[in-house]
């Protein structure tokens, strides 16, 4: 019988992995920032961040709610951009495994909003971006490099805007705010993503993204003529900086 529970929950993680829609590899000792994004509807409603071991009973391990820390999680609510944020620091391996970003409907008949991800920590990440948050001017260009291992150099590469979700492939796309993005692969474990003609509309959260996994880029655009320091959205930690596996 024990052998037969370790078999079922076995597999029963391997199924919650495969259906999740977002997997992100990380590095061992890093901090990531994740964007969660929920209806307009919510915007009174908890937010909080929670670890799914199994996937069974609709059940997780609540670790924070909205602007709170807990432990080694922070999670920051944004209502006017009906987003919030979910930074872990000094991610271990055993952080590994299913996580919800969810919004509190309350009731035991009206199931919580939810989104699942998947994250995976370990010594060489399969995906990484050498900077996590990047700012440009109006009208003007920004660039982000995604490094990826060699097991994903045959995969397609993406650049993909978390809300709404949009994405571009390998190659020069014009798109409706007149911006465009240009995405470049050099088939040495690295492409680079151009957006050119920044609009203020352009600001936001991006995930490079390869295959199965992806990681998130905040972009901000500041006005033509500010300064330096006046961003179109608030400052938000940046996510981690790591090198990908040779």
Same mark, same amino acid.
Not at 13 to 41: A, F, M, N
Not at 59 to 73: F, M, P, S
Not at 144 to 167: H, I, T
């Given at each position: 019988?024990?052998?037969?529970?370790?078999?079922?929950?076995?597999?029963?993680?391997?199924?919650?992995?495969?259906?999740?829609?977002?997997?992100?590899?990380?590095?061992?000792?890093?901090?990531?920032?994740?964007?969660?994004?929920?209806?307009?509807?919510?915007?009174?409603?908890?937010?909080?961040?929670?670890?799914?071991?199994?996937?069974?009973?609709?059940?997780?391990?609540?670790?924070?709610?909205?602007?709170?820390?807990?432990?080694?999680?922070?999670? /920051? !609510?944004?209502?006017?951009?009906?987003?919030? /944020?979910?930074?872990?620091?000094?991610?271990?391996?055993?952080?590994?495994?299913?996580?919800?970003?969810?919004?509190?409907?309350?009731?035991?008949?009206?199931?919580? !909003?939810?989104?699942?991800?998947?994250?995976?920590?370990?010594?060489?990440?399969?995906?990484?971006?050498?900077?996590?948050?990047?700012?440009?001017?109006?009208?003007?260009?920004?660039?982000?490099?995604?490094?990826?291992?060699?097991?994903?150099?045959?995969?397609?590469? @993406?650049?993909?805007?978390?809300?709404?979700?949009?994405?571009?492939?390998?190659?020069?796309?014009?798109?409706?705010?007149?911006?465009?993005?240009?995405?470049?692969?050099?088939?040495?474990?690295?492409?680079?993503?151009?957006?050119?003609?920044?609009?203020?509309?352009?600001?936001?959260?991006?995930?490079?993204? /390869?295959?199965?996994? @992806?990681?998130?880029?905040?972009?901000?655009?500041?006005?033509?003529?500010?300064?330096?320091? !006046?961003?179109?959205?608030?400052?938000?930690?940046?996510?981690?900086?790591?090198?990908?596996?040779?």
């Amino acid at each position: 019988m024990n052998y037969l529970l370790i078999s079922m929950f076995f597999i029963q993680s391997i199924e919650s992995r495969r259906w999740s829609e977002r997997q992100l590899s990380l590095q061992t000792g890093g901090t990531v920032t994740i964007p969660c994004h929920y209806d307009i509807k919510y915007i009174q409603h908890k937010k909080y961040w929670c670890y799914d071991a199994v996937g069974t009973f609709n059940y997780c391990k609540i670790l924070a709610y909205g602007n709170t820390t807990q432990d080694r999680v922070t999670v /920051t !609510d944004y209502p006017a951009q009906s987003l919030f /944020t979910v930074t872990m620091r000094d991610l271990q391996s055993g952080d590994s495994g299913m996580y919800w970003c969810a919004v509190e409907i309350g009731g035991l008949t009206e199931p919580d !909003d939810k989104r699942d991800l998947y994250l995976t920590v370990q010594s060489d990440p399969d995906l990484s971006v050498v900077e996590g948050r990047v700012s440009g001017q109006e009208g003007g260009s920004v660039s982000v490099q995604c490094l990826y291992s060699a097991g994903y150099q045959n995969e397609q590469k @993406q650049w993909c805007r978390s809300k709404p979700w949009s994405c571009y492939k390998v190659g020069r796309t014009d798109t409706s705010q007149n911006s465009a993005v240009q995405i470049s692969d050099d088939g040495r474990r690295s492409f680079s993503v151009e957006m050119s003609g920044l609009q203020k509309s352009d600001a936001g959260w991006y995930w490079c993204k /390869t295959g199965d996994l @992806q990681i998130p880029v905040h972009l901000t655009v500041r006005g033509a003529n500010a300064a330096s320091t !006046d961003s179109a959205v608030e400052l938000i930690e940046p996510v981690q900086f790591c090198t990908a596996r040779n």
